[in-house]
C-alpha cells in the first residue's frame, strides 16, 4: 500500500519551494470532482502563501480518495484538511453526513484557512 500521507506531504512542501512555519492543504473530493488548494507560511514570515495544488498533488489526493488507507475507507470522506506544522503533520476529514450541503468549497474554505492560520492575511497574487 502506498503512504498517501507522506507522498501528498512531500509534493506539497516541495512546490512550496521554501522551507514553511505552517502548511495547509485544503481539499474537498467526490466522484469525478477535486478542488485541492495549498496555504503557506514560510520561515521568513509576511503573509500566508496561497497556490492552487499540481496535477501531481490533485491526483494523489483523488487516489487516495479512491483507495483510502489505513483505517480510512475508500471514497468515505469528502473534506480533507492536512496540515504541516513544527515539522509534524496531522490529517483531518469531514465526512459527507458531517458538511452542510447547502455550502460550498468557497463557504468552507475560509473558515478552515482561518483556523489554521489564525489572523494571517492570504496572498492571493500567485497561485
Not at 39 to 50: A, I
Not at 96 to 122: H, L, M, W, Y
Request: charge should be negative.
Amino acid at each position: 500500500m502506498s503512504d498517501y500521507y507522506q507522498r501528498i506531504g512531500s509534493e506539497a512542501v516541495e512546490f512550496a519551494n521554501t522551507d514553511v512555519q505552517k502548511l495547509l492543504i485544503y481539499a474537498e473530493v467526490e466522484d469525478g470532482v477535486i478542488s485541492c488548494d495549498l496555504f503557506y507560511l514560510p520561515v521568513s514570515g509576511g503573509d500566508v502563501q496561497f497556490r492552487f495544488c499540481t496535477a501531481k498533488m490533485k491526483d494523489m489526493v483523488y487516489e487516495y480518495w479512491e483507495r483510502g488507507q489505513g483505517p480510512i475507507k475508500p471514497e468515505s470522506w469528502a473534506v480533507m484538511r492536512y496540515t504541516v506544522e513544527a515539522g509534524k503533520f496531522s490529517v483531518a476529514h469531514e465526512y459527507p453526513d458531517q458538511i452542510d450541503k447547502d455550502e460550498d468549497c468557497s463557504d468552507r474554505r475560509p473558515r478552515a484557512v482561518a483556523s489554521f492560520f489564525p489572523g494571517a492575511r492570504i496572498d492571493y497574487s500567485k497561485p
